[in-house]
């Protein structure tokens, strides 16, 4: 297992207050210093290049956030550039694509740690703190790589709009995303499927506000894990956002550090059995400090350990996802029959 990471994620700089601060960057800096001091690896990411960018985005939007370079620009309301951060959104992208290379090569798991996140960055659209679609942009580059199927799973607590887009249509990429709804940014019904070829390939498992280890637990074990081992994908591709904490000032959901690694744990086994190990993960959301410590560090042990064979499964209130179980088997059933 191998950890990107770099300095550099640092200057990206954001307002006074804004959740998404260079403070998170610190923490990224104080997780990869002990993982080094046990003994783990570490490599430095690269740019990445504007072939890759604009395999999701389109060739203006690339532009747009390049002549953001050396000036402050705000995007959208909650979504800004400052001087570097045309430089360290490259990186960020640049560091997931190396997170993929190191997957497929050694046929194990890597994790980048970057800011800006990247999940709802669209095409042609910077949202949502996001600048480039970290995990989109490395998903066509996987697949450019010549792999037929690539699964994204994305457990952020806000819903990946951008990576739905980008991939809405296509059936050679699965998305599937357990988030709060309504929230922002009001995408992820659990009848957003897919489009045209792409149709049943969008699996989203909209929660309640509130939802804890348990229903977590048991979204992975009864729709997520199946539909996953159904598509058969070559690689995983996780969305770690960790912004579902208890802990976190943005989310109202419940999920405990060890709730994260459970669910780590799942993705791990779904990797084991399906894609001979081949895992990346890149960060997403995670706004409470100490909560963004706990959970990185947790992640990195489980991913540095062999995938547990079985689990037991979490305890505890499952009301949230009961209700949303069936609504999800009648919407996605008819594409994945026998499955769900």
Do not use: K
């Not at 699965?174 to 009001?186: A, D, E, M, T």
């Amino acid at each position: 297992m191998v950890l990107i990471g770099s300095d550099r994620f640092i200057e990206h700089q954001t307002p006074e207050g804004h959740p998404e601060q260079p403070a998170r960057a610190r923490v990224m800096q104080e997780v990869s210093r002990r993982w080094v001091e046990r003994g783990g690896a570490l490599r430095p990411p690269r740019p990445a290049t504007r072939a890759e960018l604009v395999q999701v985005h389109t060739p203006a939007y690339v532009d747009q956030i390049a002549a953001t370079a050396g000036r402050g620009v705000r995007l959208d309301p909650d979504t800004y550039a400052s001087a570097e951060s045309y430089d360290v959104a490259l990186h960020a992208v640049g560091a997931t694509i190396v997170a993929v290379e190191h997957a497929l090569a050694e046929c194990t798991s890597a994790i980048a740690f970057v800011r800006p996140p990247g999940h709802h960055a669209e095409q042609d659209r910077a949202m949502g703190f996001c600048l480039f679609n970290n995990v989109a942009v490395a998903a066509a580059s996987a697949r450019a790589t010549g792999l037929d199927r690539v699964a994204v799973l994305d457990y952020d607590v806000h819903h990946g709009n951008g990576t739905q887009w980008m991939f809405y249509d296509d059936p050679s990429v699965l998305y599937v995303s357990l988030h709060q709804y309504r929230f922002y940014p009001g995408t992820g019904a659990l009848t957003d499927v897919g489009r045209g070829d792409g149709i049943g390939c969008t699996l989203n498992v909209p929660l309640e506000a509130g939802a804890g280890d348990a229903d977590y637990d048991r979204a992975m074990r009864e729709l997520v894990g199946p539909v996953v081992t159904a598509f058969a994908p070559e690689l995983i591709l996780l969305s770690a956002g960790y912004d579902a904490h208890g802990r976190d000032p943005l989310g109202g959901m419940r999920l405990s550090t060890e709730g994260y690694a459970a669910m780590t744990a799942h993705v791990q086994r779904l990797a084991a059995s399906c894609c001979d190990g081949r895992l990346a993960a890149v960060t997403e959301g995670g706004y409470d400090l100490r909560a963004l410590d706990a959970c990185l560090e947790s992640t990195l042990i489980q991913l540095a350990e062999d995938p547990p064979t079985s689990a037991t499964s979490v305890t505890g209130d499952t009301s949230r996802i009961d209700r949303v179980i069936p609504a999800v088997r009648r919407a996605l059933g008819p594409y994945w029959p026998g499955v769900l």
